[in-house]
T-cell receptor
Framework: GAVVSQHPSWVICKSGTSVKIECRSLDFQATTMFWYRQFPKQSLMLMATSNEGSKATYEQGVEKDKFLINHASLTLSTLTVTSAHPEDSSFYIC???????????FGPGTRLTVL | DAKTTQPPSMDCAEGRAANLPCNHSTISGNEYVYWYRQIHSQGPQYIIHGLKNNETNEMASLIITEDRKSSTLILPHATLRDTAVYYCIAINQAGTALIFGKGTTLSVSS
């Protein structure tokens, strides 16, 4: 299957700082990628859809000015958590699909801890 | 996309077959059934998907009933490494976002 990477795998930051998470499709091009977050003992929740060359679309309740998404190329989407607070601490996961099959493949996730 | 229903948890002995059921009684004709699993603290892993016919790959088999209202994921020889949360998802268009339910927590023990 297709490979998706994320960087960093974990990050600890102070409250009020911004954190950037990268999501890369290593062996395919993805015009669309998706960002999810997962709180402890809960399922994945879709945050936003990242579209190459255009603005991301956000799910209801997700602040677009707080979670900045950039999809500047067919292999890279970034999620920036701005002015992070402890309640933003979560497991962030991206996914992308390839070609005509469009099966979604997921990255390994990024664990964000905001102190 | 059709709603899916899965049992919250299942147990399986190592080496035995694990049969994970999924109900999707409102599935429409063009909706695929996808299975993913998530091992603790990792991103979800694609397992298999199907539309009407049964499917098999190196990881598992997917059995879809003739009326397509339910399906079963079969891990033929479960190992301890198969302990994970398994998600059954019905989607009507490839490439769309996946909406995750609570899934089935499979515990494989020796």
């Amino acid at each position: 299957g297709a490979v998706v990477s994320q960087h960093p795998s974990w990050v600890i930051c102070k409250s009020g700082t911004s954190v950037k998470i990268e999501c890369r499709s290593l062996d395919f091009q993805a015009t669309t990628m998706f960002w999810y977050r997962q709180f402890p003992k809960q399922s994945l929740m879709l945050m936003a859809t990242s579209n190459e060359g255009s603005k991301a679309t956000y799910e209801q309740g997700v602040e677009k000015d707080k979670f900045l998404i950039n999809h500047a190329s067919l292999t890279l989407s970034t999620l920036t958590v701005t002015s992070a607070h402890p309640e933003d601490s979560s497991f962030y996961i991206c996914s992308g699909g390839q070609g005509s099959t469009d099966t979604q493949y997921f990255g390994p996730g990024t664990r964000l801890t905001v102190l | 996309d059709a709603k899916t229903t899965q049992p919250p948890s299942m147990d399986c002995a190592e080496g035995r077959a694990a049969n994970l059921p999924c109900n999707h009684s409102t599935i429409s004709g063009n909706e695929y059934v996808y299975w993913y699993r998530q091992i603790h603290s990792q991103g979800p892993q694609y397992i298999i998907h199907g539309l009407k016919n049964n499917e098999t790959n190196e990881m598992a088999s997917l059995i879809i009933t003739e009326d397509r209202k339910s399906s079963t994921l079969i891990l033929p020889h479960a190992t301890l490494r198969d302990t994970a949360v398994y998600y059954c998802i019905a989607i009507n268009q490839a490439g769309t976002a996946l909406i995750f339910g609570k899934g089935t927590t499979l515990s494989v023990s020796s």
